[in-house]
C-alpha cells in the first residue's frame, strides 16, 4: 500500500534561528561545548585539527561515491520531492520547531515509505549516528513524511542497517533534555559548567582552564568519589591534598586505605616536578635476558583490527636495538602478521625470555586470533604488564597514569612525535585509509617505536631503582591441539579459560585491588573460631564493602603477603557488609591480614570426551545429526506439540515457552503420554529438574521416578548418587522416568538408555551440552525461553558453539499467556518478543481493586522514581541502595493496603527482585522495619519459575552507576549493562501476574551510551518509561 504525505504545519516557537542537528550532537557529548559553540563568540577555541579538516573533505568524497552508488539523487524541496514520490532525494533540508538539519540521503521503499540514509566515513556504526537518524526522522515524521522503520549507516566497508524502534525512545528522552537546554540557552542563563568526564571537542582547554584545580583532575577520582569528596566540602585537589585527620573523618563512603592513596595522589600533583612514592611491595621486575621483547600495537578497537605491530629487540650484543614492524591492512594480513608474532613468541618464552608491554590491550588483542596459544603463554608468565606494576607499587604526580605520563620518571624531554597518543594514531590511520599517503604511515610507526623504546626504558629504570625479583616459569606438559578447540569440542576449554585467568590475576592482586573488586574481600582478619559437628565456623571482620559474594558460595583464603601454599577452599555460611563467616575443615585458618576470592570451578568432564567421542560418530546418532542440521520444527500449535512428540522417531523438537504459556505444564503432560517408555528429564540445575519431576508425579502417582545425584533427597523420588548405580535399575524398567544433569547422562553407561530426553529450561543450557549427552536418548524434546536467562558463559566462542540449545535450534512458539494481564502483557511482549506474545481471555479480569496512595493502576508496568542526587553518600553503594530499599518498602506497603479479587493483599502476593545480594539484604532490612519480613526478596535467578500478583523490581544503580573503585571509570557501565540485561529484566517484570513495579533512578535514562549495545539498553529502559501505566515519584528520605 503506498503511503500518502500528511500535512502537517511546524510553526516556530523559537524567538533565535533553530539549532542544527550538529550542534545537538556536540551537546549530547558535552552541554558546555553545544553551549560554547553558540554563544562563546568571544572565547578563544582549541587550534582547528588538520586531521579533523582531512576527514571532513574525505567525508563529502565518500557522501559523493556513495550519491553514484545508489544511482545519484534529486535535490530541492523536500516536501515537494516526496509528493512526486522521488525514488531517491539528495541532501534532504530537514527543520521543525527546534532543530533544522539536511540527511544525506532519503531513498523511496517499495511500499512507499521514505527510508533515512547517512554516509559515514567510519568503518563502524556508533551512537551518535544512530541517534542523528532518529532525530531525522523524528523531523520527517513531524513535517508529514512517511518514514520507514529501517534506516541505514552506509559505512566505508559495509553498510549497517538501523531499526530506529529500538532506539526511538532514548532520542525521545534526549529531545526533551534538549529543549529544556535550549530554553535555558535562549533565557541567557550561565553556562553549563563543564564536566571533568565529557569530551568537549574544540573547546576541551578552556574547559580544563575552568575546571582548574577542580578534584576530578586527581588521578582514582572516579565521578562518585568526586559527589563524595564535594559533600565534605573537598572541591580541589589542592584540597585534597591538604586533608587532615579531621577532615578524613567528614569524607563518608571511601575506605581508608583508598582516601590515603588519592590524598598523597593530590599531593604529589600538586607539587608537581614527576614525584613519587612506593606503596606495598617495591616493583617486582624479572632479571634482564637476551630474548625479551618489547611490544607494542596500533590498533582499532571498533574496527577489530590491529594495524601496526611493533616489537624492540635487544639480541645483540651492541647497544643499538632492533625495531621490527608489521603492517595489517586487512584481517588477512593480520592474520599472517599474528601467525608469525606468536611464533616469535614462542621462541623466546622457551629460551626464558620475556614480552613486556603497557596496559592490557596487546594481550586482550592477541586472545582475539588464539585463546589457547595466548593462555599458554599467560601460564608461563611470558607476558609482563607494565601498568599493573606501576599501578600497585607507585604513585606518581600526574593526572593520568598512561605510558606518556610515566615517562616523567625516565625521561628528561617530552616527545616530539607527530602522533602524541594512541586515539591519534587511531584518527591517522583512518586519514591514510582515506588519503594513501605514505607520511601519514611513517609517521604513526615512528610513534608506535617510541613507544617501544619507551618500555624498554621503563623496564630499566625500574630495574635500577628497585632490582629485579626471579619469578618461576611454568613449564606446560600438555600440548593443545587445535582441531580440540574448534567449535563445540573446544566449548568447555574455552569456557574455562576466563576463570583460570580471573583467577591468576586475584592472586596477583593486592589486597586494595581485591577490596576494590565486588566479587572478592580484602584486608580480612580473623576475629573467632566456631566448632561445628561437620567443620568449623571462622568469622573474619574487614573494612566495609559492598559484596556479591552470598551465603553457599564457594571461596578460597588468600593470605598477605602471598605464600606458596595453594589457596585454602571453603564455603560461606553468611555475609554482611563488614563480616563474613566460612566453613572449613581445617582446625585453623590464618591469623594475619587476608582476602577471599571466588572458587567457583566445576570440573566439566565427562562432557568434553563425550562431545568428541558423539562428534566423530554423529552419523549413529541420528538426533545429533538432526540437531546439528538445525531442522524446522513442524508446524503445529500448543495443543499440537504432545502429538509431535509421540511422533518423534530419531530428531530433536524445541519449544519456546515464554512466561505464562505453561511450558512445564505442557512438558509434564507430554512425558504422562509416554506411557511404556524410558525417559529422562535435564536441566542446568537440580532445582529445575525437581520441578519437572513433581509436575511428572503430580499427573501419576505410581510412576517410576529415579533421581540421579543432588545434595536433597526427595521422598518422592527413588535417590541414586550415580549413573553407575542407576544404569541396571533403569535397564529393568519398561517405564520409567530419571532426573539426572548432563554429567550423568554424558557417561557412556547411559548410551542408549533412554527413549527420549526432556531438556527443561533449555535456555540455559549450551548447545555443547546436548552434543555430550546425545549418545543416551535417540529423542531430545527441549523445553525453555531464551529470551529470559541465558546459559552462563565466560569463554569467547566461534560462531553459534556458544549458544544455548535454543538460541542454536528453532523452536515452536507458545503465543498464550495466561499469567499476565493484558496490559502487563503488551509491554513484556513489545520489549522482549517483538509483539507475538499475546494474553489469554482468562487473565482480563486479574487487576487489582481501586484504592492505594501512590500505586493507584490496577495493572500494567509502574516506573517509581527514586531521585538519588541528593541521597547521601553512605547510601551510593555499587551493590547495595538503602534508597531504593527504602522505597522498595514505601511501595509495599503502599500496595497491601490494596485488594485483588475482593480479598485483601497479603505480604505472600508480593515478590522483590533485586540484582545483587547486597541489594537483598538492604531491602530485607528496610522491609523488617516496616513489619513487612515475610515479603519474598531476592534475585532474578532464585525467582524465575516463580510469580506473585505484584513484582517489586528494583535495580539499585544510580544514574549512570556508582563507582567506588580507584581506577574503573567504566564501573556505571557494567553495572547498567547488568541491571538492564533484556533477559534479566524480562524475568523479573514478567513474574507478576497484574502489576509490575520498576523501582529505579529516572537518571538512567540519560546515562552516557559508549557503544550501540549500551544504547539499546538505555533506549529500552526510556522505552519502560513510556510504556508505564504510571510513574510516580518516591522520597527516598522518607
Known sequence: MRRRLVSVSVCCCWTRPPWTVSQMLVWWKSPFAAWMEREGNRCERDPLDPFASLLAKKGGEWEREVFERVGGGVRGDTLSLVRRETPVIYQAELHDELLTGVADFLVLTEDGFYSVWDAKLATSAKPEHVLQLCCYADILAKMGVPVAPAARLVLRGSDVEVDLRHYGSAWRRARKRFESFVKKSAAKEPPPRPGPFEAHGRWTGLAKKLLGDDVATVYGVTSLRRRRLRRAGIETASDLAAVDSRSRRRIRGIRP?????????????????????????????????????????????????????????????????????????????????????????????????????????????????????????????????????????????????????????????????????????????EVYKCTEDARVLQDIQDYNRD????????????????????????????????????GWKGYHRRENRPAWRQRREWLDSTPSELADDERCIGFARKVAVRPTRRANEFTFKFPPQQKRIAPGDRVALVTTPRSDTPPTAMTVADISTSTIKVRSQKKDLPSETCCFIPDDFVNPEPLPTAIKRNLDRVDQLPALEAFLAREQPPAGSENDIPALVEAMDGSVLGVQGPPGTGKTHVAAHCIDRLRGRRIAVMAPSHASIEHLLSKVKQKDHDRKILKIGGVGKKAEFDFKPSIAKAAEAIKDESCVVVGATAWALANPLADNLFDYVFVDEAGQVPAANLCAVAACSRNFVLFGDHAQLPAPARGSHPDDSGASCLEYFPSIFLRESRRLHPSLCGAISELFYDGRLEAHPSTWDRCLDPGGSLITAPAGVVVADVDQTTANSSEEMTTANRAEARAVATLAADVLKRSIRGRPLTPSDILVVAPYNAHVRAIESALLAKNLATVRVGTVDKFQGQEAPVVIASLCVSGGGASDTEDDEDYPRRALSFVLDARRLNVALSRAQCLAVLVASPQIADAPAPTLDKMRQIARFSRIRELAVQVIAVDPRQ
Open 257 to 429: 586505605d583508598a582516601l590515603e592513596r588519592l590524598q598523597t595522589q593530590a599531593r604529589l600533583q600538586v607539587e608537581g616536578g614527576g614525584g613519587y612514592v612506593t606503596i606495598g611491595t617495591p616493583p617486582a621486575i624479572p632479571p634482564p635476558h637476551p630474548r625479551d621483547v618489547y611490544f607494542d600495537l596500533e590498533g582499532d578497537p571498533l574496527a577489530r583490527l590491529e594495524y601496526l605491530w611493533g616489537l624492540l629487540l635487544d639480541d645483540d650484543d651492541d647497544d643499538e636495538e632492533e625495531y621490527r614492524c608489521f603492517w595489517a591492512h586487512d584481517p588477512e594480513t593480520e592474520r599472517h602478521v599474528f601467525d608469525s608474532v606468536i611464533r616469535e613468541f614462542r621462541e623466546r618464552a622457551e629460551a626464558g625470555g620475556r614480552c613486556y608491554h603497557y596496559g592490557a590491550y596487546e594481550v586482550s588483542a592477541l586472545r582475539r586470533f588464539d585463546e589457547a596459544a595466548v593462555d599458554h603463554l599467560e601460564r608461563q608468565r611470558y607476558f609482563v604488564d607494565l601498568y599493573k606494576i606501576v599501578r600497585r607499587s607507585l604513585i606518581i604526580g600526574e593526572p593520568k597514569y598512561s605510558l606518556k605520563n610515566v615517562e616523567v620518571l625516565y625521561r628528561n624531554e617530552k616527545r616530539t612525535t607527530d602522533v602524541p597518543d594512541a586515539a591519534s594514531s587511531v584518527v591517522s590511520y
Open 451 to 486: 613507544d617501544c623504546v619507551s618500555t624498554k626504558q621503563l623496564v630499566d629504570w625500574l630495574r635500577t631503582t628497585f632490582g629485579t625479583t626471579t619469578t618461576t616459569v611454568e613449564k606446560e606438559d600438555d600440548v593443545v591441539y587445535r582441531e580440540d578447540e574448534e
